[in-house]
């Protein structure tokens, strides 16, 4: 695989995660039972995670620590 088919890869791995964050969010706004709202909540920090990981492979220093 060649570096644009990887950049290509990634960009599509990312804008996966994006989505399923934003649909993970969603579902936490809507849900009533808190077992449901912690559940979800767990599920979506963890593709936030990974969008923030690929955000930092396609654009470095995008989350640098500002502390």
């Not at 960009?11 to 994006?18: K, N, P, S, T």
């Not at 989505?19 to 849900?31: F, M, P, V």
């Not at 559940?39 to 620590?65: M, Y």
């Amino acid at each position: 695989m060649d570096a644009e088919e990887l950049l290509r890869r990634i960009r599509a791995a990312r804008d996966w995660a994006v989505r399923e964050e934003q649909q993970l969010d969603a579902a936490t706004r809507a849900a009533i039972d808190e077992t449901d709202v912690l559940g979800l909540t767990i599920r979506s920090s963890a593709f936030e995670a990974v969008r923030q990981a690929l955000d930092e492979i396609l654009r470095p220093g995008t989350h640098e620590n500002t502390d």
